[in-house]
């Protein structure tokens, strides 16, 4: 069963950085498409970052400059890199995995539970 799990969350303040990591278990990373999202609430579920199995990357205008996705192949592990950190970026964070490029479309088929972030002014 392939189930990604997120970790890294946490409170930090305005310009401070912070890196969340997801590990997927069933398959390789290579074997992924994935992508970071977000959902403040009240708000519908917004697309942050994706990266392709080439390592090609997408971002949202929001975070361009700021976040960065990466991953580890060989820990099977994927990161966001949140730097420059904004109050407007306080969300819970989710990680999404699938065989099918869906990039910043949250039609992904696995997601993680998710792991707040919280930044404060």
């Known amino acids: 069963q392939v189930q990604p799990v997120e970790s890294g969350g946490g409170s930090v303040q305005a310009g401070g950085s912070l890196r969340l990591s997801c590990a997927v278990s069933?398959?390789?990373?290579?074997?992924?498409?994935m992508g970071w999202f977000r959902q403040a609430p009240g708000k519908e579920r917004e697309g942050v970052a994706a990266?392709?199995?080439?390592?090609?990357?997408s971002y949202a205008d929001s975070v361009k400059g700021r976040f960065t996705i990466s991953k580890d192949n060989a820990n099977n592990t994927l990161y966001l890199q949140m730097n420059s950190l904004k109050p407007e970026d306080t969300a819970m964070y989710y990680c999404?995995?699938?065989?099918?490029?869906?990039?910043?479309?949250?039609?992904?088929?696995?997601w993680g539970q998710g792991t707040q972030v919280t930044v404060s002014s």
């Open positions: 990266i392709d199995r080439d390592g090609s990357t």
């Open positions: 999404a995995a699938d065989f099918v490029a869906w990039r910043l479309l949250p039609r992904y088929t696995y």
């Open positions: 069933g398959y390789t990373h290579n074997t992924f498409y």
